[in-house]
């Protein structure tokens, strides 16, 4: 089971634009990078997205809800499923769409958000440059230092 790896990682504030987040998430990950949604309360148009984009697990990530078995979904962070996921953000309730967000690159994860869109921060991992941290977190108004995790 994946998480993000122990040790020094980016503490993000919680961004409180939850679309613009989701957009600007091209600007921060990796290539190849894919979401990892978990839980929540999805109606039709949201499973519908879900599934539609939905692409084989790559990594096998922990869960963060042990019961009831949340749904998760692993969407490729590709422009256009992040622009099309951030309209579902503007449409409907950050608990609709999931409880946990997470992206990973890889056999690397790159993002963790346990109760995520709410007021706890996101961790990055330090694969990410610091230079790609500060705009993105420029661009979605959070804050940001290194945890040591001392």
């Keep these: 089971m994946s998480r993000l790896t122990p040790g020094p990682c980016w503490r993000v504030s919680a961004p409180t634009d939850h679309e613009e987040f989701i957009r600007r998430l091209h600007d921060l990950l990796p290539p190849r990078s894919v979401l990892y ?8 148009a949201i499973l519908e997205f879900m599934h539609a984009r939905a692409c084989e697990p790559q990594l096998k990530l922990a869960l963060g809800t042990i019961w009831p078995r949340p749904q998760v979904f692993h969407i490729p962070a590709t422009p256009e499923n992040l622009t099309d996921l951030a309209a579902l953000f503007g449409n409907h309730a950050t608990p609709e769409i999931c409880i ?51």
Aim: hydrophobic letters at 35%.
């Design 100 to 150: 946990h967000f997470h992206a990973y690159c890889e056999q690397t994860v790159v993002l963790q958000w346990h109760d995520a869109f709410f007021d706890d921060p996101l961790y990055l991992s330090p694969v990410i440059p610091e230079s790609r941290v500060k705009t993105f977190c420029t661009a979605c108004a959070c804050s940001y230092e290194l945890d040591t995790g001392a």
């Design 37 to 44: 949604l978990e839980g929540g309360s999805p109606d039709r």
